[in-house]
């Protein structure tokens, strides 16, 4: 069973940097995609980044040259690095599993707050 906890989140100011963790509690860890979501006050879930089974990685254009997604197989671990963080950054980031489909998420942690300020 695939769960996940997210940590590392805070706050900071602006053109700072923050690193997210997500540990994977499941077995199937190596073989899942995963990615980072986030969550801004009345706003939906959005996609930030992603990183496959082989360790190819995607961004939405908002955080591309400025956010890393990277994974740890053996600690069974997805890191978001975030560097030179803007005010607009601040939301709940959630860490995504994608096991049985790849199109959406089919697991989800309970989401670490960060807050950038200006």
């Known amino acids: 069973q695939v769960q996940l906890a997210e940590s590392g989140g805070g706050l900071v100011q602006a053109g700072g940097s923050l690193r997210l963790s997500c540990v994977d509690s499941?077995?199937?860890?190596?073989?899942?995609?995963m990615a980072w979501y986030r969550q801004a006050p009345e706003t939906g879930r959005v996609f930030v980044a992603r990183i496959d089974a082989g360790g190819g990685t995607d961004y939405s254009a908002s955080v591309r040259g400025r956010f890393t997604i990277s994974r740890d197989t053996a600690k069974n671990t997805v890191y978001l690095q975030m560097n030179n963080l803007k005010p607009e950054d601040t939301a709940v980031y959630y860490c995504?599993?994608?096991?049985?489909?790849?199109?959406?998420?089919?697991?989800w942690g309970q989401g670490t707050q960060v807050t950038v300020s200006s």
């Open positions: 499941g077995r199937t860890f190596g073989r899942n995609d």
């Open positions: 995504a599993a994608f096991q049985f489909t790849i199109s959406m998420p089919d697991h």
